[in-house]
Nanobody, 125 residues
Framework: VQLVESGGGLAQPGGSLRLSCAGS????????IAWFRQAPGQEREGVSCISRNNSITYYLNSVKDRFTTSRGDGYNAVYLQMNSLKPEDTAVYYCATPRIRDGTCFSREDEYDYWGQGTQVTVSS
């Protein structure tokens, strides 16, 4: 069982990136999937989460109007569409699924036990 992120890279301020989270060894449609990020020298923080019934929670006020979380067709991928990127969005982004497998989201990092390897997002001119 593995989560795999992709789609990171370098973007200019004001630009966009779309991150993907895919399941290897299992399908994602029955799981809540959260996005976290960790900037250099900072603690990992929750960005958003999509529950099994596609209810979305944004944990960071700074991204609510700029980032969108969704499931892909077939529900075997979860996306984080990031628009109007800012330098402070620079971080390694991770997707994760909670240790409680009932499809609900949690805000605390320690509620999650399966993590992807992370994908670097750098916002710079």
């Amino acid at each position: 069982v593995q989560l795999v992120e992709s789609g990171g890279g370098l973007a200019q301020p004001g630009g966009s990136l779309r991150l993907s989270c895919a399941g290897s060894g299992f399908t994602l449609y029955s799981y809540a999937i959260a996005w976290f990020r960790q900037a250099p020298g900072q603690e990992r923080e929750g960005v958003s989460c999509i529950s099994r019934n596609n209810s979305i929670t944004y944990y960071l006020n700074s991204v609510k109007d700029r980032f969108t979380t969704s499931r892909g067709d077939g529900y075997n991928a979860v996306y984080l569409q990031m628009n109007s990127l800012k330098p402070e969005d620079t971080a390694v982004y991770y997707c994760a699924t909670p240790r409680i497998r009932d499809g609900t989201c949690f805000s605390r990092e320690d509620e999650y036990d399966y993590w992807g390897q992370g994908t670097q997002v750098t916002v710079s001119s």
